[in-house]
């Protein structure tokens, strides 16, 4: 037993001698000194994943030795040595994960106990008030294009989104609406008529369930996986990054969102081989469904797109609903189109504001791999690949969305908004208890922080896999649906969030 522990101490110690060498510093370099090759970052990266697989490799050999975090597991067997990392990262060589997980699942699990009637008067109570910025924006909409028409037209499709339909689909009002109106099986699916009445708006309500609530959430800022990870989508731009990034403000929800989560649900329903080079992890935008069709390698057409998630938008929302205003007089019907239009413009903008700061910029993690959906790892991600803006005040969240509670949102997503915000100051606390960062600012700071990362300027922080639990990572299929255990055999998804 000596001679064993002895062998496998000397086998732990070389692995961290070699991992202990001066690290690839090119995407510190490349964050200092604005450098946006994707070669050099690229390089980086493959000197990282080499580093990992040599880190793999040792923790085969400790198998035997006492289970804890890998780094601690690391730093035992190779007499306490521990593995080179850059200064922001050393935090993970003292995090007992299991520890800080537990933590959080009670509190998730007492906060679950809590809801009742007083989430769904809340929930009613943010409904009140887009219905009444759509009252304010449609009582007005025959006037000529003004401010307070525009906001309210504005913020009443922002708050059906980010607010109402989203955490409804999430599952977070399922155990305390009785009348099941708000139900993530019923709310907005199943006809036209439902979509029109819930929640109308460019996205298919189907579509964006596969895409966010599972593809997006069990997957966050996985490169190869996660749809919005912004990075990736980014570096692929051919034209002049800051006159790309203007356009997604402006423009992102029916010609990224759109498409991209039709996409996503049409792979999960996809029956047999996909198309000869088709690429499942291609981000599906308004110009790659008309390129991918003109390819023949399409897995929905222009047409299906049109006709079933865009066009009804379209139609009925910019030119139908305004067309009683032709009985009184063309001008008042083309006021009430550039109102809804303008409005349009300026929801891109906030939703682009609220929804891009919520896991990007150059102090938020990034993930070589998937893992195990409510393991611990799962849990970290959630925090250490998230970002929360200023919280508390009702004015102050329904205009963030309830958004500036991202952490605790990818923590427990069916949870209620009300629930959120009763449970970041606790979670914010087990932070910092276990040192682990809880990045919180003003939507300002953030968005400056996007900006770096959509103009190339800087790049999202990269987790080390050394240090990553080996137990919970997965791998996924191409289609993001079921997972494939690494470690064990396959396995099903925990329920849909």
Same mark, same amino acid.
């Given at each position: 037993?000596?001679?064993?522990?002895?062998?496998?101490?000397?086998?732990?110690?070389?692995?961290?001698?070699?991992?202990?060498?001066?690290?690839?510093?090119?995407?510190? #370099?490349?964050?200092?000194?604005?450098?946006?090759?994707?070669?050099?970052?690229?390089?980086?990266?493959?000197?990282?994943?080499?580093?990992?697989?040599?880190?793999?490799?040792?923790?085969?050999?400790?198998?035997?030795?006492?289970?804890?975090?890998?780094?601690?597991?690391?730093?035992?067997?190779?007499?306490?040595? /521990?593995?080179?990392?850059?200064?922001?990262?050393?935090?993970?060589?003292? #995090?007992?994960?299991?520890?800080?997980?537990?933590?959080?699942?009670?509190?998730?699990?007492?906060?679950?106990?809590?809801?009742?009637?007083?989430?769904?008067?809340?929930?009613?109570?943010?409904?009140?008030?887009?219905?009444?910025?759509?009252?304010?924006?449609?009582?007005?909409?025959?006037?000529?294009?003004?401010?307070?028409?525009?906001?309210?037209?504005?913020?009443?499709?922002?708050? *059906?989104?980010?607010?109402?339909?989203?955490?409804?689909?999430?599952?977070?009002?399922?155990?305390?609406?009785?009348?099941?109106?708000?139900?993530?099986?019923?709310?907005?699916?199943?006809? #036209?008529?439902?979509?029109?009445?819930?929640?109308?708006?460019?996205? #298919?309500?189907?579509?964006?369930?596969?895409?966010?609530?599972?593809?997006?959430?069990?997957?966050?800022?996985?490169?190869?996986? !996660?749809?919005?990870?912004?990075?990736?989508?980014?570096?692929?731009?051919?034209?002049?990054?800051?006159?790309?990034?203007?356009?997604?403000?402006?423009?992102?929800?029916? /010609?990224?969102?759109?498409?991209?989560?039709?996409?996503?649900?049409?792979?999960?329903?996809?029956?047999?081989?996909?198309?000869?080079?088709?690429?499942?992890?291609?981000?599906?935008?308004?110009?790659?469904?008309?390129?991918?069709?003109?390819?023949?390698?399409?897995?929905?057409? /222009?047409?299906?797109?049109?006709?079933?998630?865009?066009?009804?938008?379209?139609?009925?929302?910019?030119?139908?609903?305004?067309?009683?205003?032709?009985?009184?007089?063309?001008?008042?019907?083309?006021?009430?189109?550039?109102?809804?239009?303008?409005?349009?413009?300026?929801?891109?903008?906030?939703?682009?504001?609220?929804?891009?700061?919520?896991?990007?910029?150059?102090?938020?993690?990034?993930?070589?791999?998937?893992?195990?959906?409510?393991?611990?790892?799962?849990?970290?991600?959630?925090?250490?690949?998230?970002?929360?803006?200023?919280?508390?005040?009702?004015?102050?969240?329904?205009?963030?969305?309830?958004?500036?509670?991202?952490?605790?949102?990818?923590?427990?997503? !069916?949870?209620?908004?009300?629930?959120?915000?009763?449970?970041?100051?606790?979670?914010?606390?087990?932070?910092?208890?276990?040192?682990?960062?809880?990045?919180?600012?003003?939507?300002?700071?953030?968005? /400056?922080?996007?900006?770096?990362?959509?103009?190339?300027?800087? *790049?999202?922080?990269?987790?080390?896999?050394?240090?990553?639990?080996?137990?919970?990572?997965?791998?996924? !299929?191409? *289609?993001?649906?079921?997972?494939?255990?690494?470690? *064990?055999?396959?396995?099903?998804?925990?329920?849909?969030?």
């Amino acid at each position: 037993n000596t001679f064993r522990t002895r062998a496998i101490s000397a086998a732990m110690a070389a692995a961290a001698f070699v991992m202990a060498q001066p690290p690839a510093q090119e995407l510190t #370099l490349r964050a200092r000194h604005g450098c946006t090759s994707r070669e050099c970052h690229q390089r980086a990266d493959g000197r990282q994943q080499l580093r990992g697989s040599l880190a793999l490799v040792s923790f085969g050999a400790a198998a035997s030795l006492p289970r804890r975090t890998s780094a601690a597991r690391l730093r035992q067997a190779a007499g306490g040595a /521990a593995p080179s990392v850059v200064p922001e990262d050393r935090w993970l060589l003292s #995090l007992d994960t299991e520890a800080f997980a537990k933590e959080l699942t009670e509190l998730g699990q007492k906060l679950r106990e809590e809801q009742g009637e007083e989430d769904l008067r809340h929930l009613k109570r943010v409904v009140f008030w887009s219905d009444l910025c759509a009252v304010v924006g449609l009582a007005s909409l025959w006037m000529t294009p003004n401010p307070i028409t525009i906001l309210a037209l504005s913020l009443w499709t922002h708050s *059906r989104w980010t607010m109402v339909a989203h955490h409804t689909i999430h599952g977070g009002y399922n155990k305390v609406d009785p009348s099941g109106h708000y139900s993530s099986k019923n709310f907005g699916m199943g006809s #036209l008529w439902r979509r029109v009445v819930d929640w109308f708006d460019w996205m #298919l309500p189907e579509a964006w369930s596969r895409y966010h609530n599972q593809v997006h959430h069990y997957r966050v800022n996985e490169p190869d996986g !996660d749809p919005d990870y912004f990075e990736k989508y980014t570096d692929t731009w051919k034209l002049n990054r800051e006159f790309m990034t203007v356009l997604s403000m402006l423009f992102f929800k029916w /010609a990224f969102a759109a498409p991209n989560t039709y996409k996503a649900l049409k792979l999960s329903q996809f029956k047999g081989e996909l198309p000869a080079n088709f690429d499942p992890k291609l981000t599906m935008t308004i110009y790659q469904v008309f390129r991918m069709e003109s390819l023949g390698q399409a897995i929905f057409s /222009a047409g299906e797109l049109m006709t079933k998630v865009i066009g009804p938008y379209l139609l009925l929302h910019f030119f139908l609903l305004p067309l009683p205003l032709l009985l009184i007089g063309p001008s008042f019907f083309w006021n009430a189109v550039a109102n809804l239009f303008l409005a349009e413009l300026v929801a891109n903008i906030h939703g682009f504001m609220v929804t891009t700061f919520n896991h990007t910029g150059e102090d938020v993690y990034c993930f070589s791999s998937g893992c195990r959906v409510n393991s611990p790892s799962f849990y970290l991600r959630a925090v250490t690949g998230s970002v929360n803006c200023c919280t508390g005040g009702f004015l102050n969240d329904f205009l963030h969305g309830y958004l500036n509670y991202q952490i605790e949102h990818h923590i427990w997503p !069916d949870l209620s908004m009300l629930s959120y915000a009763k449970a970041q100051p606790h979670v914010k606390a087990i932070c910092q208890k276990h040192g682990v960062p809880y990045v919180q600012e003003n939507i300002f700071a953030r968005m /400056a922080k996007v900006l770096r990362i959509f103009t190339g300027r800087a *790049r999202m922080r990269r987790f080390p896999a050394h240090l990553e639990r080996q137990e919970d990572l997965i791998s996924w !299929d191409d *289609r993001g649906g079921v997972l494939r255990d690494v470690q *064990r055999s396959p396995q099903d998804l925990a329920p849909a969030m």
